[in-house]
C-alpha cells in the first residue's frame, strides 16, 4: 500500500510529466520523484524529448546518493528496454534504490518487463498508484500505442446555443481572448494540428503556436516544437500558393484525393476516399463502428447550416450538392431500411479517416488536434476517431447559424455518442468544457 507521501510525489511526478507535453514524440511523457530513505523528496525529473535520458534518469541524478535505499515514484512502469538509451529498471538496481511505485504499466513490447526485472533483483514494487491522472496526462502516446493511431482531440468553439458562425458566416470571434490563447497552449502540447478545406478556404489559418501560455506558466511560444500543419483538402482547391499555412513558421503537410495534382513545393500526401477504403467497404456499417453511422459525412442528415454560411467546410458545400443531386457518396452510410439506400453516383466525398491517421502515425504524430470544420469533425466522429472533446462556450446567443457538428452519422437518440465530462473551467467570460469518448468510441485498428 503507497504511503501518503508518495501519493504527493505521484502528484508531483505527474503534474512534472506534462512539461513534456508537445516535446517527446514520438515517446511518452513521463515524471519521476525519488524519496530518500525518510520518505523525503532528494531529486525529480521528466523525460523532456525523445533520445533524451529518461525521466528516472534525471531524477536519480538530481538526488545522488540519497537516492540509496529510497523510493522512486514514476508515472510510467521503468523500462526494461536499451533502446536510445539504457534500461531504467537498472538504472535504478545501479542507484540502490529499495522500492519502485508507479502508476501505469508499460505497454510495448520492447520496453515492457521493467517490474519484473525489479522484483527479482529483491526490490519492491508497487503498480497502480494514481494511474487514472498518470494515463490522462500520457493520453496520446497509451492510444497511439493501444491503437496504432494517433489520439485526436476535437476542439470547438461556439456560442451557448451551439453555434460556430451566425447566419450571415461571420464567424471571428466567438469565443474570448483567454480562450484563444488557450488554444495556443493545446497547439503547443500536440504534434499536429488538423483542418478541412472549408476552414482553409474561409479563414486562410495560420495554425502554428503563437503566444502559447504553457503548462509551466512560461509565455510566449519561444522554444515551443511547433506542430505539424494539416490542411485535409480532398479536391486540392483550398490550399493556393500564398497561403499562411505555407509560410516557414512551421511544417504542413497537405492530404488530397488520389489522382489530384500537388501544389509545387508543398509537401503532400494522397490518400483515399473514405468510400473507397478497400477492407471497409464490404462490412456493414454496424460491425465498423458501434455507435455512429457512416464513415465519413452524413450526406443527407440535416447539416443546421445557411445556405449563404461558408465559413467553413468546401465538404459541407459538397454535401449539400451530392445530396441536391440525389447522389451517395458515402458507402459506409446505414440505411433506413434497404429500400432507402440511396443509388451510389461514383461519386466520392471526404477522405478516408482512417488513412490520414495512419499517415500521420507514420510520420510519429501521437496527438492530433482538430480545428474544424463541422463536416471534419463529423467525419473524425463517424470513423470513431475522436478520443477528446475541448468545446469552449461563449455566453453568447446566435439563434441561427451552422452547429459545431455536421453529421457523423448519428441519426437517433440510441446512437448518440455519450462523452466522460473530465473538467469545467471558466476562462474569461468563457466556459472550457473537457470531455472525453468512453468505450467503443475509439475505435481499435
Ligand atoms: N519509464 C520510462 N521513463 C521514461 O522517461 C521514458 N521515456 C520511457 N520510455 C519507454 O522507452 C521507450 C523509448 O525509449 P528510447 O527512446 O529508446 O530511449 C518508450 O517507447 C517507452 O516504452 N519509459
Redesign the pocket.
Known amino acids: 500500500m503507497a504511503t501518503a507521501a508518495e501519493a504527493v510525489a505521484m502528484r508531483r511526478a505527474v503534474a512534472l510529466a506534462a512539461r513534456g507535453l508537445g516535446f517527446?514524440s514520438p515517446?511518452?511523457v513521463?515524471g519521476?520523484v525519488i524519496l530518500d530513505a525518510t520518505g523525503a523528496s532528494a531529486g525529480e525529473g521528466?523525460?523532456q524529448q525523445?533520445?533524451g535520458p529518461?525521466?528516472?534518469v534525471h531524477a536519480l541524478r538530481a538526488a545522488g546518493e540519497k537516492a540509496r535505499g529510497g523510493t522512486a515514484v514514476?508515472t510510467?512502469?521503468?523500462?526494461n528496454?536499451t533502446?536510445?538509451?539504457g534500461p531504467?529498471a537498472q538504472a535504478l538496481l545501479d542507484a540502490g534504490i529499495a522500492r519502485v511505485v508507479y502508476a501505469v504499466d508499460?505497454p510495448?513490447p520492447?520496453?515492457?518487463g521493467?517490474a519484473a526485472t525489479l522484483r527479482a533483483a529483491g526490490v519492491d514494487v508497487e503498480p497502480g498508484l494514481l494511474a487514472e491522472e498518470a494515463e490522462t496526462v500520457n493520453a496520446a502516446w497509451l492510444t497511439s500505442v493501444r491503437t496504432g493511431r494517433p489520439h485526436v482531440t476535437w476542439k470547438y468553439a461556439a456560442t451557448l446555443d451551439g453555434r460556430i458562425a451566425a447566419a450571415d458566416g461571420s464567424s471571428r470571434w466567438i469565443s474570448s481572448a483567454a480562450s484563444r490563447a488557450d488554444v495556443h497552449r493545446l497547439r503547443a502540447e500536440c504534434d499536429a494540428v488538423v483542418v478541412g478545406s472549408g476552414t482553409q478556404r474561409a479563414d486562410d489559418p495560420h495554425l502554428a503556436v503563437r503566444g502559447a501560455l504553457l503548462s509551466d506558466g512560461a509565455d510566449g511560444a519561444d522554444g515551443v516544437v511547433q506542430p505539424l500543419r494539416v490542411v485535409v483538402d480532398t479536391h486540392g482547391t483550398a490550399v493556393r500558393p500564398g497561403a499562411r499555412v505555407l509560410d516557414d513558421a512551421a511544417p504542413t503537410l497537405v492530404a488530397v484525393a488520389e489522382g489530384v495534382e500537388p501544389l509545387p513545393g508543398v509537401d503532400t500526401v494522397h490518400l483515399p476516399y473514405a468510400d473507397q477504403h478497400a477492407d471497409a467497404a464490404h462490412l456493414p456499417y454496424v460491425e465498423r463502428v458501434p455507435r455512429a453511422a457512416g464513415n465519413g459525412t452524413d450526406a443527407s442528415a440535416p447539416s443546421g447550416r445557411s445556405g449563404q454560411q461558408g465559413a467553413d467546410d468546401e465538404e459541407d458545400r459538397l454535401e449539400h450538392r451530392f445530396t441536391a443531386s440525389g447522389g451517395a457518396y458515402r458507402a459506409q452510410r446505414r440505411p433506413a431500411a434497404p429500400a432507402e439506400r440511396p443509388a451510389p453516383t461514383g461519386t466520392p466525398g471526404g477522405l478516408d479517416i482512417d488513412a490520414l491517421l495512419a499517415e500521420l502515425h507514420a510520420r510519429g504524430v501521437r496527438s492530433v488536434l482538430l480545428e474544424g470544420g463541422p463536416t471534419l469533425a463529423g467525419a473524425f466522429v463517424a470513423a470513431g476517431a475522436v478520443d477528446r472533446v475541448i468545446g469552449y462556450l461563449a455566453p453568447t446567443l446566435l439563434g441561427a447559424g451552422p452547429a459545431a457538428l455536421s453529421g457523423g452519422g448519428i441519426t437517433t437518440l440510441t446512437e448518440a455518442l455519450r462523452l466522460d465530462v473530465r473538467e469545467c473551467v471558466a476562462l474569461g467570460p468563457d466556459l472550457r468544457i473537457t470531455a472525453t469518448v468512453a468505450g467503443p468510441g475509439t475505435k481499435e485498428h
Open positions: 517527446t515517446n511518452p513521463v519521476c521528466y523525460h525523445a533520445g529518461h525521466a528516472e514514476v510510467l512502469e521503468p523500462c528496454h533502446g536510445r538509451t531504467c508499460d510495448t520492447d520496453a515492457t521493467g
